[in-house]
T-cell receptor, first 115, second 112 residues
Framework: AQKITQTQPGMFVQEKEAVTLDCTYD???????LFWYKQPSSGEMIFLIY??????QNATEGRYSLNFQKARKSANLVISASQLGDSAMYFC????????????FGPGTRLSVLP | DTGVSQDPRHKITKRGQNVTFRCDPI?????LYWYRQTLGQGPEFLTY????????KSRLLSDRFSAERPKGSFSTLEIQRTEQGDSAMYLC??????????FGSGTRLTVV
């Protein structure tokens, strides 16, 4: 079964607009972390934002915020004021305390920012 | 320290040949991870080291794959008798304990 689901293979957004990238996850663990990474065409995975399962506040990092709905097991990424440089693949990932140190990644969403 | 370095960036090899990739992590990071990413997919975990000890291996890591981290610093990933299905991006990451990962830019392998 998929542990991380990203239902949007591709998204378009107009420059300066906000966009939400969806992520749902599946775990029976009580302690886990949720991450979002950006992968531009160069291939490097760039860490964007982290949300711990026990964090009560939604995480924010500059233009990135995470809409964490624990009961729904969703962790959507919101990018405000999109820039052309935001065009990239975006991956949602989870790390579970009881399942080792490795990440499980979703299939990704390709975001294209239009001028 | 400029981050996690991977070498080479690209490798084209004929089916059946052996290839070896190198990863230099951030110097103070004690954990090192290898992931594989095929086209259109997210990265999949292969293996990880804490210092020089290989602590976990995915079932994706067949007998043809071997990884080492001899002195707890750089790591190598070798694929023997390459197959076309091995074509992928091989990503290395490092972390200090259970802290956040830093990924390298990857080695793109093409098996022809």
């Amino acid at each position: 079964a998929q542990k991380i689901t990203q239902t949007q293979p591709g998204m378009f957004v107009q420059e300066k607009e906000a966009v939400t990238l969806d992520c749902t996850y599946d775990t029976s663990d009580q302690s886990y972390g949720l991450f979002w990474y950006k992968q531009p065409s160069s291939g490097e995975m760039i860490f964007l934002i982290y949300q711990g399962s026990y964090d009560e506040q939604n995480a924010t990092e500059g233009r990135y915020s995470l809409n964490f709905q624990k009961a729904r097991k969703s962790a959507n990424l919101v990018i405000s004021a999109s820039q052309l440089g935001d065009s990239a693949m975006y991956f949602c990932a989870m790390r579970e305390k009881n399942y080792g140190q490795n990440f499980v990644f979703g299939p990704g969403t390709r975001l294209s920012v239009l001028p | 320290d400029t981050g996690v370095s991977q070498d080479p960036r690209h490798k084209i090899t004929k089916r059946g040949q052996n290839v070896t990739f190198r990863c230099d992590p951030i110097s103070e990071h004690n954990r090192l991870y290898w992931y594989r990413q095929t086209l259109g997919q997210g990265p999949e975990f292969l293996t990880y080291f804490q210092n020089e000890a290989q602590l976990e291996k995915s079932r994706l890591l067949s007998d043809r794959f071997s990884a080492e981290r001899p002195k707890g610093s750089f790591s190598t990933l070798e694929i023997q008798r390459t197959e076309q299905g091995d074509s992928a991006m091989y990503l290395c990451a490092s972390s200090l304990g259970t802290g956040g990962y830093t990924f390298g830019s990857g080695t793109r392998l093409t098996v022809v």
